[in-house]
């Protein structure tokens, strides 16, 4: 019963890295991408919750005051790595906190 067992696991799994080899040669059919969508954050309103000033919300996010002016007028928007942390900040402002002050 075990080796049956044993058999079918390793069947799966290597279903799993020849399907994961393929996609990374680029055949798209057999894997599959998980993308997580978050909303464009309101950058003015969520300063504005944390009681900052553009300076110290840019300060605080490791960016340009530039960068904050920009997404707050529109010019530009929040993408990637920037969209994750202020989602972040917006949801576990603490946890963010404790995060920068620790390091």
């Known amino acids: 019963m075990v080796g049956e067992m044993g058999k079918d696991a390793f069947n799966r799994i290597m279903e799993g890295l020849e399907d994961a080899l393929a996609y990374a040669d680029g055949d798209k059919s057999r894997g599959r991408e998980t993308r997580i969508e978050l909303p464009i954050p309101d950058v003015a309103v969520l300063r504005a919750k944390l009681g900052f000033t553009q300076q110290e ?18 010019r530009r928007l929040p993408e990637g790595p920037a969209r994750v942390l202020l989602t972040i900040i917006d949801k576990e402002p603490q946890a963010v ?3 920068l002050e620790a390091a």
């Open 57 to 74: 919300f840019a300060s605080y996010c490791k960016v340009s005051v530039r960068t904050i002016q920009n997404w707050e007028q529109g």
């Open 97 to 99: 906190r404790r995060a």
